[in-house]
């Protein structure tokens, strides 16, 4: 598998994220409920995403070789008291190792948050019939903390969705 | 007759409002993060929240028989596409925990959300340990989870429970007459 790296999201990156935001398929996937959604709106989201956040942290996730850019990732949800955030993980392009590139931008996500950005804890929400997403977070050491039962609207069903956590210190039992 | 009633939030409520958000051991029970409020952030807090919003659904309790306010309750992150909401309560009056206003504001805001609102599923976060899940889960939600060492509160990393409520749990705990139809 060709390495990957992180860069910070940019205004050029617009063509490509409206392309995959407006994939049915691939945002069925991603548990959202499917919008179409103009050049215009995304260049507007893109735009604010891209402003300096002390709670948003968004990035793209490049091949090494040849710079191509393969999907997205970010922390947002950020509590800087509680040291937590939310994880969302897009690969936007059909590549035979995309679950392997998914894992490899979480694990340097990961490094950032904690060794540079100090969080302890990271969690995300992934849809239970997503076997791609919940395989990567399971592959990187986190656990299924809770199913939300019948939360998202996908598709023309309402179905569960799974809360997936990771603590650094491995939780703090002794606490509580 | 109800021993409650809800109502929309006011901006006359700002004076509890203010009083009850400075009240550190309130967050302590509640797993929120405490912050100092000046009056003026409240009353902007205030004006923000008594406008119209898709989104979010801001009552005070009362109780009946004297309309004191007591405390607030809420639906938040309403999201039309998955109908779902997160319910909120607090009984900001100390005095007037323990009493069952709690429960029967929560009964209120459940049939609220479902038979006017016609929301899918509600869910509530609670501290683990705190009675209120209890209560919850004898009105008919679930625990669905725990997210570990989610919050900060007094100095430590506290564990969250998630509790939820579909409708079909709603009807399922609430006989068709009980509904009032």
Redesign the interface.
């Known amino acids: 598998m060709e390495p990957v790296y992180l860069r910070a999201l940019d205004i050029d990156d617009l063509d490509t994220i409206y392309r995959w935001h407006n994939n049915r398929e691939l945002q069925m996937q991603m548990g959202g409920?499917f919008r179409y959604l103009s050049h215009a709106a995304e260049e507007a989201r893109l735009r604010e995403r891209l402003a300096y956040s002390s709670t948003d942290v968004a990035l793209a996730i490049c091949l090494e070789g040849s710079s191509q850019h393969i999907g997205n990732i970010g922390v947002s949800e950020i509590?800087w008291?509680?040291?937590?955030g939310e994880i969302t993980i897009l690969i936007g392009e059909p590549l035979e190792q995309a679950e392997a590139y998914g894992q490899a931008a979480l694990r340097l996500l990961t490094d950032h948050a904690v060794e540079e950005m100090g969080l302890?804890?990271l969690?995300a929400f992934v849809l239970a019939e997503d076997a791609f997403s919940m395989g990567i977070y399971e592959a990187c050491g986190w656990?299924?903390?809770?199913?939300?039962?019948?939360?998202?609207?996908a598709d023309g069903e309402?179905k569960d969705v799974v809360?997936m956590?990771i603590?650094m210190d491995g939780?703090?039992p002794e606490?509580? | 007759m109800e021993p409650i009633y809800l109502r929309a939030l006011e901006r006359d409520d700002l004076e509890r409002t203010h009083k009850w958000h400075n009240d550190r051991t309130m967050y302590r029970i509640m797993g929120g993060t405490f912050h100092y409020v000046s009056r003026a952030a409240e009353e902007a807090w205030l004006r923000k929240k008594e406008a119209y919003s898709p989104t979010e659904v801001m009552l005070a309790i009362c109780v009946t028989e004297t309309s004191q306010h007591i405390g607030n309750i809420y639906l938040r992150n309403i999201d039309w596409a998955a109908r779902h909401a997160e319910g909120q309560i607090w009984i900001g009056e100390v005095g007037q925990r323990t009493k069952g206003y709690g429960r029967a504001a929560a009964e209120l805001l459940i049939s609220h959300a479902f038979e006017d609102l016609g929301l899918h599923r509600l869910y509530v976060l609670a501290l683990e340990g705190n009675p209120s899940i209890h209560m919850a889960e004898t009105q008919g939600f679930v625990r669905e989870g725990v997210l570990r060492d989610h919050v900060y509160v007094a100095g430590k990393f506290k564990d969250l429970v998630v509790l939820g409520m579909t409708v079909d749990d709603y009807r399922r705990a609430r006989p068709r007459a009980e509904r009032g139809q």
């Open positions: 409920a509590d008291i509680a040291r937590h302890r804890r969690y656990t299924v903390e809770a199913t939300l039962r019948e939360h998202a609207f309402f809360v956590g603590c939780g703090t606490d509580h």
